[in-house]
């Protein structure tokens, strides 16, 4: 998923423990004692970001569980009929032998 709003200014892209620890060292180094306003407006799009993340995968689940549905409701049916065809050859099979012994 693409990422559509640029990111603050000054802030890259690291893996998120990364982050976490390169913000905390730059705070202690430069003897800072809150956190940079553009590290908070990163996680809370972090945040945002896996929550669609969540919303998604549970929408993906839901769809593969109903096409899994249908798909178990189709072959049920596909193999209702190859019975049903199966006793209709067999059945004309028995009425050709009856004709036959009949002539």
């Known amino acids: 998923m693409p990422y559509d709003k640029p990111l603050p ?3 890259f892209f690291f893996k998120h423990s990364q982050l976490n620890k390169s913000l905390l060292s730059v705070n202690v ?11 908070m407006i990163f996680r809370e799009e ?13 929408k ?10 249908e798909l178990s409701y189709l072959k049920e049916q596909i193999a209702s009929q190859h019975t049903m065809i199966e006793n209709a050859i067999e059945y004309a099979n028995q009425l ?6 009949h002539r």
């Open 9 to 11: 200014k000054g802030l």
């Open 29 to 39: 180094q430069e003897g800072m004692r809150n956190i940079p306003e553009s590290f």
């Open 46 to 58: 972090l945040q945002k970001v896996k929550q669609e993340k969540r919303l998604l995968q549970m």
């Open 60 to 69: 993906y689940e839901k769809q593969v569980q109903e096409m899994q549905e």
């Open 96 to 101: 050709e032998q009856q004709l036959n012994q």
